[in-house]
């Protein structure tokens, strides 16, 4: 941990910030494909088996090497934060573990079954029946959901903490469910589920997009292009909606983040939007 060295001097707090976002942000490069990708190739095998269309079937089955490879390195990512969890914050896991600790067991099931699921996926392109290969390749997309509802089920607790009660600075009489499923859990979920369909939508489509500009134009091009491109554009208007009801909800739930995100620093009545 290069960052723990370079700022010896200061306090733990600021490093462990520090690593923690640099991994964070590596991660979260690595999470909309690994988590959507999978529906857009079964869509895309979809579509080629309702048309026995072999163009389709080529273009899922290349996609198809792309996302085992996104969820392979993003095992990695993830298994780093989750050691970071412990070794970085230490008092907040050990207080709030058996809060936590259901939604980070929920990812990990969820992690195993996609890995089980992706395998099968992957070598059963010439070993299975088209049809039960596509059947079968219908458990990935609610794994990967559910894996990523897990872990946002912990962010949601650490902005709007509920299901627990606190004695002497103790957690105790913790209400499992409940704090699985925090206030806040509703309206990050969809923000963040559609983001990742439309990320991933329009990052698949951009590749095309480049081949499209240098001549490339042929029926391969054009279905790969159409399809994530469609998906992401019928998107972004949901999501144009849900932000701004987050946004709306974040104004009642945690006031002082909506106030640093708008730039606002002074606490004064009507205050206009910086950012909107």
Do not use: C
């Not at 994530?228 to 972004?236: C, I, K, V, Y």
């Amino acid at each position: 941990m290069f960052f723990m060295v370079w700022l010896a001097g200061e306090s733990a707090l600021l490093p462990s910030r520090i690593q923690m976002a640099f991994t964070l942000a590596a991660h979260v490069l690595i999470v909309p494909l690994g988590v959507a990708l999978p529906a857009l190739t079964l869509l895309m095998e979809g579509i080629g088996l309702a048309r026995k269309d072999p163009v389709a079937i080529k273009i899922a089955r290349r996609w198809s090497v792309v996302m085992a490879v996104q969820f392979a390195v993003g095992a990695v990512t993830g298994t780093i934060l989750s050691f970071e969890f412990g070794i970085l914050w230490p008092r907040l896991m050990g207080r709030f573990g058996a809060a936590l600790g259901l939604g980070f067991a929920i990812e990990g099931i969820a992690f195993f079954l996609e890995a089980i699921f992706i395998g099968i996926y992957l070598y059963g392109w010439t070993r299975l029946r088209p049809r039960t290969h596509f059947l079968l390749g219908l458990a990935l997309p609610p794994t990967g959901v559910l894996g990523a509802v897990s872990v946002l089920s912990a962010n949601a607790f650490m902005n709007t903490p509920g299901g627990i009660t606190v004695d002497a600075g103790r957690v105790v009489d913790v209400n499992v469910m409940a704090a699985l499923f925090t206030r806040a859990l509703g309206y990050e979920f969809w923000h963040f589920i559609i983001a990742i369909y439309m990320t991933t939508g329009f990052v698949v489509a951009s590749v095309y997009a480049v081949a499209w500009l240098r001549g490339r134009r042929d029926r391969y091009q054009q279905l790969a292009f159409a399809v994530p491109f469609t998906l992401a554009a019928a998107l972004t208007p949901v999501q144009l909606l849900v932000g701004d009801l987050s946004a709306r909800a974040l104004v009642q739930d945690q006031p002082a983040k909506f106030a640093a995100i708008e730039i606002t620093w002074t606490t004064r009545d009507r205050n206009p939007e910086v950012i909107g």
